[in-house]
């Protein structure tokens, strides 16, 4: 099996609606480039991740028959871009399916490789730019005002509200061995998911993204 043909995860969740509009899988990938401060995903880049066939990955995401598109976030998408546009390409032969990316590059740094430009080909929206820490000011599903949501399709045109939803949501998923932040959290959900891992000391791999 070739390098293209497999993707190293972070971590998965089947369905969620706090990374885009509608119910959705949502991919964190393992591997970054950036060293953003204050990064909650830190472990994409420095924990325990799985290494995953692309076919495999694609049946586990086909078999959530509730699911509208997928999000990929990370880490950073684009350093797999090869094998992530197998995985688009592998859904969209069988179901119709919306992709959004979350990637630290700007749009204008994705355009000028064609292996990224190919991946942003498929992209319906893209939010870019690195988080910045001192640019935090709150906006829902965007981490720093630095960044930028490109709609690259027509797909969303008529969602773009779910983007401008006054407060930020998140949602805290307690498994049996990690505790998971999902979605951009406010203050308060950060303190919470930091004050629960702090009570289930000797949990291994806690994320949040």
Known sequence: MGADEILFISHIEESTT????????????????FDCKGCLAYNTKYGAYKRMAVEELGKIILQQENIEGIT??????FLQANALRKLIDYLR??????????????KEQLDQKPEYKALLEMT????????????DIGQPYIGSSNQVLHQLSDRYINDVSYY?????????IIYSDQIVLVGVPS???????????????????????
């Not at 032969?93 to 700007?106: C, H, P, Q």
């Not at 401008?164 to 805290?172: S, Y």
């Open 18 to 33: 706090l990374l885009g509009p509608f119910q959705r899988f949502v991919i964190w990938v393992h591997g970054c480039c």
């Open 124 to 135: 319906d929206i893209l939010i870019d730019g690195p988080y910045i820490e001192e640019l």
């Open 93 to 106: 032969a069988r179901k119709d399916l919306g992709v959004i990316i979350y990637s630290g590059f700007k």
């Open 72 to 77: 990929i976030s990370g880490g950073e998408p």
């Open 187 to 209: 203050k308060e959900a950060l303190k919470t998911w930091n004050d629960l891992k702090e009570k289930a000391r000797g949990m291994q791999d806690d994320f949040g993204n």
């Open 164 to 172: 401008k939803k006054k407060g930020r949501r998140a949602e805290i």
